[in-house]
């Protein structure tokens, strides 16, 4: 089987949660097998579970032998932005300076995770992204046995955010993601990030949906009183349209019944 056509295998890693989805390559190509299972003693401090579940998973004929493209949920990674220099930098110096603003963000617990840094021109600010140490190697090996070769490894908000972009004002506007737990939200100032949140919720969904209101009437008291698009799991999508929250709800008009939420993003994100 030619590369250009081998079979790709979304994976949705989750403190919580691991969800898979297969669609064999080709124009217009369908899922054809998907499931989501629920990881027993799963937390955002350790990946470890997660990783078991999915080798567990992976045992099964459906998901080998393909192309993985892996989404890493947002309480395993961490967003900064970072300033221009009055002075260019190299690459090196550039990392330097990313780590550097993490760390001052973040403490110290963030100083040996692995680092990419968007390639913004000079001048401008950039944003970084932390992915905890050996978590790509963990994976890989977790891929290997089941002849799955890992072809993309992003962060949540970022395969979100280019889900949607483009219904997205390109200033003065919030792109929030929720997920189990977790809150992650972007400002958007000519298209591009100068804000970043994120903050960890209770699994009490009329708690998160009011701490979420209440993080749009902070951000409109500092002076942001652009429009706030949330993308969300169905389930709480339904819960805020009852309960009245004033927020703009993006809802993919394709998006198929047998497609677990985040798979559905990747899905569109790589179409």
């Given at each position: 089987m030619s590369p250009l056509w081998r079979d790709e295998v979304a994976i949705y890693l989750a403190p919580?949660?691991?969800?898979?989805?297969?669609?064999p390559r080709g124009l217009k190509a369908r899922v054809s097998a998907a499931t989501e299972v629920a990881v027993?003693?799963?937390?955002?401090g350790d990946c470890g579970p997660a990783l078991a579940r999915l080798a567990e998973l992976l045992l099964e004929p459906t998901w080998q032998d393909a192309a993985a493209r892996v989404v890493i949920a947002d309480?395993?990674?961490r967003y900064c932005i970072v300033p221009p220099t009055a002075t260019p930098l190299d690459a090196e110096?550039?990392?330097?300076?990313?780590?550097?603003?993490?760390?001052?963000a973040y403490g110290e617990g963030v100083s040996e995770w692995n680092v990419?840094?968007?390639?913004?021109?000079?001048?401008?600010?950039?944003?970084?992204?932390?992915?905890?140490?050996?978590?790509?190697?963990?994976?890989?090996?977790?891929?290997?046995?089941?002849?799955?070769?890992?072809v993309s490894m992003q962060p949540q908000l970022v395969v979100a955010f280019n889900a949607w972009r483009r219904r997205l004002p390109r200033d003065d506007a919030w792109f929030i993601a929720l997920e189990d737990g977790w809150l992650s939200a972007v400002h958007l100032a000519d298209g591009a990030w100068d804000r970043i949140h994120a903050a960890?919720?209770?699994?009490?969904?009329?708690?998160?949906?009011?701490?979420?209101?209440?993080?749009?009437?902070?951000?409109?008291?500092?002076?942001?009183?652009?429009?706030?698009f949330v993308e969300a799991p169905p389930w709480m999508r339904e819960r805020a349209k009852r309960t009245g929250v004033g927020l703009e709800w993006l809802e993919a008009e394709d998006a198929g019944d047998a497609q677990a939420h985040e798979l559905a993003l990747l899905m569109r994100a790589n179409a």
């Open positions: 919580r949660k691991v969800a898979l989805a297969r669609r027993a003693g799963g937390g955002a309480p395993w990674a110096g550039r990392r330097a300076q990313a780590r550097y603003v993490l760390e001052d990419v840094l968007e390639d913004a021109p000079p001048g401008r600010i950039s944003v970084a992204c932390a992915m905890a140490e050996g978590l790509e190697s963990a994976l890989i090996a977790a891929l290997s046995p089941a002849r799955l070769k890992l960890r919720l209770s699994g009490e969904p009329r708690v998160e949906l009011e701490r979420l209101q209440a993080f749009g009437s902070l951000t409109r008291a500092a002076g942001c009183v652009g429009r706030m």
